[in-house]
């Protein structure tokens, strides 16, 4: 069957031409059309101008202040605050260090009575800018009210908080760094991601930071923030002077990777999202000789999935399966550097939190998960059920609850559709 492989990569050429042709024309006389009308429309709404019009409402919480350094969690939610967020306000409290409460939604008196007893002041402002106008309403607040601060730290609640390490999270924000940051991306630009940043007195003291929270226009469009805000933010402070600590980079997996076999190393491409896992087992069969089609890789995901469990003679193996797990076991020179870079390459690649967050979990402990990883399609359910199961994670229930009320993007149709492969939403 070789002579058909040149007329099938042909026509997959052809194939990804056209979808290429097609996206390019959504993007071009649709996306952008629909963003710049948007952009304009909300540069009229006074509330984007004034936060006087944005603020609801200040309420003293029920923690005396503690020390100079401000926690600022900007929230959004309609219910009682889930557990997996009680236990970043509770691991705050258990600091020495202060909360800043920015809620993007008017809160019940009930709601409002329950988390002013967890902080320091809690702020309730109207939905204006998305998780950076909140960003913008808290910061200007503590710049404000306690001119003495000696750091802030920005954190929202796109993310899952898991009880461990999370203290040692909290402890490692407030290191004597200038800008520290949880993970970093190549994506829409280089830039530190926003769900967790803190910033030292240099950084807060220096115009340049200044400068940026006065002009920043809380506009809700993804873009908007993930440009102007996110990606602003961090050149403005580098072009400062300020060079970013990265609690958790994607370079840290390389030595605990390395030192694995090279079947371990297989099976640590399962805890990769489902678009980079075919390519690297693409790559793994590329080198043992093996062909890169569907069978084939079929085979070496079961290997990755359950290559402890395959043996000689096992029920249900067939003789590919064997053939490949065989050649793993026999590869071990192999995993001191080339598989594992090639992991480590395409985390660093790609968001480094959606790519990396299993295995930083696993290798490095990190506490945390962004919340949106099944409604951009980066797992299916079964498998993170399956990861966090293996990670032995309390909240495992709580977080597939959470996933499955947000559902999948992929359910959108037509215009909606549209914006959510394009990243509008």
Not at 36 to 58: E, F, K, W
């Amino acid at each position: 069957m070789d002579f058909l492989s040149p007329i099938i990569a042909f026509f997959t050429a052809i194939e990804r031409f056209f979808i290429g042709l097609w996206y390019f024309l959504e993007r071009t006389f649709v996306v952008y059309p629909i963003e710049t009308i948007t952009r304009l429309v909300q540069h009229l709404d006074p509330r984007v101008h004034l936060q006087s019009m944005r603020i609801l409402g200040v309420t003293d919480g029920s923690v005396a202040k503690k020390d100079n350094t401000f926690f600022i969690l900007v929230l959004y939610s309609k219910g009682p605050a889930p557990e997996f967020l009680m236990n970043m306000i509770e691991a705050v409290n258990r600091s020495p260090h202060n909360l800043i409460l920015v809620s993007n939604f008017p809160l019940s008196s009930l709601q409002k009575a329950q988390l002013s007893e967890k902080c320091l002041v809690l702020i309730e402002r109207k939905n204006i800018g998305r998780d950076f106008g909140g960003y913008k309403d808290g910061v200007n607040y503590v710049r404000t009210h306690f001119p003495d601060v000696n750091r802030i730290v920005l954190v929202n609640d796109s993310l899952f908080f898991f009880r461990k390490s999370l203290d040692k999270l909290i402890s490692d924000l407030n290191a004597p760094h200038d800008f520290i940051g949880v993970t970093e991306t190549q994506e829409f630009h280089y830039h530190v991601q926003s769900f967790l940043l803190s910033f030292g007195p240099a950084v807060i003291q220096h115009p340049l930071f200044e400068k940026f929270w006065d002009k920043y226009r809380p506009i809700s469009t993804r873009y908007w923030t993930i440009h102007r805000g996110e990606v602003r933010l961090t050149r403005q402070i580098t072009k400062a002077g300020f060079r970013p600590h990265i609690l958790f980079p994607a370079a840290h997996l390389f030595a605990h990777l390395q030192r694995r076999p090279v079947r371990d190393a297989i099976e640590s491409v399962r805890l990769l999202p489902i678009p980079a896992r075919r390519k690297l087992y693409k790559t793994f069969l590329s080198f043992v000789g093996e062909k890169t089609n569907d069978a084939a890789v079929s085979a070496i995901e079961a290997v990755a999935y359950g290559v402890r469990r395959i043996s000689p003679g096992g029920r249900g193996n067939d003789g590919r399966l064997l053939q490949i797990n065989n050649q793993a076991a026999g590869m071990e020179q192999w995993s001191l550097g080339i598989f594992p870079d090639r992991i480590v390459s395409a985390i660093g690649r790609k968001n480094q939190m959606h790519y990396g967050a299993f295995l930083f979990m696993k290798h490095l402990g990190l506490p945390i998960l962004k919340r949106d990883i099944f409604f951009r399609r980066l797992y299916t359910l079964e498998e993170i059920h399956q990861i966090l199961t293996d990670l032995n994670e309390p909240l495992r229930d709580e977080v597939l609850a959470d996933l499955r009320r947000t559902g999948s993007g992929e359910n959108f149709r037509r215009l909606r559709g549209l914006m959510y492969r394009h990243g509008m939403i």
